[in-house]
């Protein structure tokens, strides 16, 4: 972002020296820190929410991918039974009502050139 280097730090701590004294530059300097630190702890807790967030919008991508993947499975698994009923019923049917090329005659006819 920008660059400060060490020359540059020192005319900024005698300036400030120089404006605020030395009787009151610890005093400065330790709300300088305190404001720094809890600073920085919002900009990181700031970080940990949007981490947050941005880990929940995938959980729930990943949620309602899982939730299209499984009605497709039971769209797939309800086909499936159905078709399933639908041939143990033409099973059931055949059985009940057989057709006549299905059943064999009731005295067959011994083949003619036997001795």
Do not use: C, H
């Not at 630190?37 to 929410?49: I, S």
């Amino acid at each position: 972002m920008f660059e400060v280097n060490f020359s540059e730090i020192m005319v900024i701590m005698v300036v400030t020296l120089v404006v605020i004294g030395p009787e009151r530059l610890p005093q400065v300097a330790r709300t300088l820190g305190k404001f720094w630190g809890k600073l920085q702890r919002y900009v990181n807790q700031v970080k940990q929410e949007v981490n947050k967030s941005m880990e929940m919008e995938e959980l729930r991508a990943v949620e309602s991918k899982i939730k299209a993947e499984t009605a497709a499975l039971e769209r797939s698994v309800q086909q499936v039974n159905t078709d399933i009923n639908q041939e143990v019923q033409q099973l059931g049917r055949e059985l009940e009502n057989p057709s006549p090329a299905a059943v064999p005659p009731a005295n067959p006819t011994p083949p003619a050139n036997q001795p």
